[in-house]
T-cell receptor, first 118, second 109 residues
């Protein structure tokens, strides 16, 4: 199956600093990627939909100025957590879908990024 | 509103069979997915159902009844490595994925 690579897998940063997380589709082009956040023992919470060449679409309650998304190419989307605070500590996961064959039947996930803000 | 229901936690014995149920109420239906997620890792794809019936893939099978808004994931010959959370997700009329909270499956020797 298709591969989505997410980096870094784990990051610790100081409060007030910014952290960038990259999501790459390795063997297919993804015009749309999705960013999720997952709290312990909870399901995936969609944060935003990243669209290549245009602005991201954010879900209600997600601060777009805090979670900056850039989808500069068909294989790369980045999520930057700006001015991070301890409450931003979470597991962030990206997802991409290969629609080259028509309707997609599988969402591919990156490995996830464990962010800890101290 | 849209809703996916699945049990929070289940316990089963190694070598046995377990069925994890999922019921959904969504605005439209364009397929149902099951994912496995080990602690601290991203979800991995298990199955996809869009038509009624049973899809079998090795030790795992997934069943769908669209009229009942119901699916189950059946795991046979359970192994300790099957201990994980199992997420049910439905693709709605807007082709958005609606996720259940997941079922934590505990396998005991």
């Amino acid at each position: 199956g298709a591969v989505v690579s997410q980096h870094p897998s784990r990051v610790i940063c100081k409060s007030g600093t910014s952290v960038k997380i990259e999501c790459r589709s390795l063997d297919f082009q993804a015009t749309t990627m999705f960013w999720y956040r997952q709290f312990p023992k909870k399901s995936l919470m969609l944060m935003a939909t990243s669209n290549e060449g245009s602005k991201a679409t954010y879900e209600q309650g997600v601060e777009k100025d805090k979670f900056l998304i850039n989808h500069a190419s068909l294989t790369l989307s980045t999520l930057t957590v700006t001015s991070a605070h301890p409450e931003d500590s979470s597991f962030y996961i990206c997802s991409a879908r290969d629609t080259s064959g028509g309707e997609w039947t599988e969402a591919f996930f990156g490995q996830g990024t464990r962010l800890t803000v101290v | 509103g849209q809703n996916i229901d699945q049990p929070t936690e289940m316990t089963a014995t190694e070598g046995a069979i377990v069925q994890i149920n999922c019921t959904y109420q969504t605005s439209g239906f364009n397929g149902l997915f099951w994912y496995q997620q080990h602690a601290g890792e991203a979800p991995t794809f298990l199955s996809y159902n869009v038509l009624d019936g049973l899809e079998e893939k090795g030790r795992f099978s997934s069943f769908l009844s669209r009229s009942k808004g119901y699916s189950y994931l059946l795991l046979k010959e359970l192994q300790m490595k099957d201990s994980a959370s199992y997420l049910c997700a439905v693709r709605d009329s807007n082709y958005q994925l609606i996720w259940g909270a997941g079922t934590k499956l505990i396998i005991k020797p």
